[in-house]
């Protein structure tokens, strides 16, 4: 993901809306983007608006309330503009607990799990340790509940109010030198992240999403990845070549990849008429390997 340096430390790309240059704040943002990382945006859609009081610590000194329009933007990754401000960083460092490629997260068991078990039951009553229990149990997957993958910013808003992250150190005085799990970034942006990750998960279902993010032609191993990358799980290689042929979602090019070293692998591309063809034309998550 891409993120830039602000007087108030890492952040996503953001800046103010000026209406009298911006007719629309989807062009803002692709302003903002290219002025910031020298990159032009592709697919884009409007995710959400964030509006909470002190979501700029600086509101409790005297600052107007900030009210930010965030957008989802899928772009390739590709070197940044001069400048040095832009930086591709791993989603994945900021929140570490949603990556299950390499198995359950270490993070889980040594950190979270601990915490939250002490959070519910430092409930006052009986009635609200088990609606804290509840609510730890559906976000991470705990006592038979499954693991859900869409719930990110369950999960982190409720690490936020345990005070396992910085946010909550920054905003309301908790967590201290505990609050430290994964890397924090200005603001609210970290929220803002999680709320991007768990619709990218969700549209995974319904729509081709992952295309935007692979070249023109592609493997199906080089799709697989970004799959997986995004849903933060490994898949069955063979299931997933499966779906992705019988879906009509690619087709083959004829050519084949001769940079991959041993066989060279197929080069597909990705088979537009399946708009057409299907209302929800997803990758979905086939063969999962590690779920909960």
């Known amino acids: 993901m891409l993120l830039v340096d602000t007087p108030e430390g890492l952040a996503l790309p953001c800046g103010p809306l000026d209406p009298a240059r911006d007719r629309t704040f989807e062009l803002a943002l692709r302003r903002w983007v290219r002025e910031q990382t020298g990159l032009e945006l592709g697919y884009v859609e409007q995710l959400y608006t964030f509006g909470n009081r002190d979501r700029d610590p600086r509101e409790r000194e005297g600052a107007p309330r900030q009210v930010a329009i965030a957008y989802l933007a899928l772009v390739h990754e590709a070197p940044l503009g001069a400048g040095g401000a832009a930086r591709w960083v791993d989603g994945y460092d900021l929140l570490p607990w949603e990556d299950w490629r390499r198995g359950r997260p270490a993070v889980l068991d040594g950190e979270i799990e601990p915490r939250l078990g002490a959070w519910s039951e430092g409930a006052a009553n009986a009635e609200e340790r088990a609606v ?62 999680a709320s991007a990750l768990g619709r990218l998960r969700g549209k995974l279902r319904y729509r081709p999403v992952v295309f935007e993010l692979l070249p023109e032609t592609f493997t199906l191993l080089q799709a697989q990845r970004v799959v997986e990358a995004l849903a933060g799980v490994r898949l069955h290689k063979q299931n997933f070549r499966r779906l992705v042929e019988a879906g009509g979602l690619v087709e083959g090019t004829g050519e084949r990849n001769l940079r991959t070293g041993g066989r060279p692998a197929e080069l597909f591309r990705f088979r537009r008429e399946v708009l057409r063809e299907r209302p929800a034309p997803g990758v979905g998550l086939p063969g999962t390997r590690t779920h909960g």
Do not use: K, N, P
């Open 132 to 193: 804290r229990r509840e609510r730890a149990d559906i976000a991470f997957g705990r006592g038979g509940a499954a693991w859900d993958g869409e719930r990110v910013l369950d999960r982190f808003e409720l690490l936020f109010e345990v005070g396992l992250v910085e946010e909550a150190e920054r905003f309301r005085g908790m967590g201290s030198a505990q609050a430290r799990l994964g890397t924090g970034l200005a603001l609210d942006h970290r929220r803002i992240l």
